[in-house]
């Protein structure tokens, strides 16, 4: 069976930092395109970052640039994202998902994915 699990959300303080974990099961997740996404309660789900197969190919959105790194690593089935300078607009349930192929190209729009992870709750406490 094909899954992602997303671990490393909690509870953070304005500045603060969090890395998020994607690990894949029942796949090699380096054949795969991955995308970062979250979710405000009341808001549309929003592409924040995603990574290519090859490496070449990674996109954020406006909004973390700068703050946020998202990366790979093969050997451990897992793609990470390293959130930085945390805010309270970055509160949400944030999502990975896959594509197969997607060697050069991945995509900030949720509908170019394959399947998707349970998410994982961020909260920026104020």
């Known amino acids: 069976q094909l899954q992602l699990v997303e671990s490393g959300g909690g509870l953070v303080q304005p500045g603060g930092s969090l890395r998020l974990s994607c690990a894949a099961s029942?796949?090699?997740?380096?054949?795969?395109?991955i995308g970062w996404f979250r979710q405000a309660p009341g808001k549309e789900r929003e592409g924040v970052a995603c990574?290519?197969?090859?490496?070449?190919?990674?996109y954020y959105v406006d909004s973390v640039k700068g703050r946020f790194t998202i990366s790979r690593d093969n050997a451990k089935n897992t793609v990470y994202l390293q959130m930085n300078s945390l805010k309270p607009e970055d509160t949400a349930a944030y999502y990975c998902?896959?594509?197969?192929?997607?060697?050069?190209?991945?995509?900030?729009?949720?509908?170019?994915?394959?399947?998707w992870g349970q998410g994982t709750q961020v909260t920026g406490s104020s």
């Open positions: 990574i290519s197969r090859s490496d070449r190919n990674i």
């Open positions: 029942g796949f090699t997740l380096d054949y795969y395109a």
């Open positions: 998902a896959a594509r197969s192929g997607g060697y050069y190209t991945c995509s900030g729009g949720g509908d170019w994915y394959d399947f």
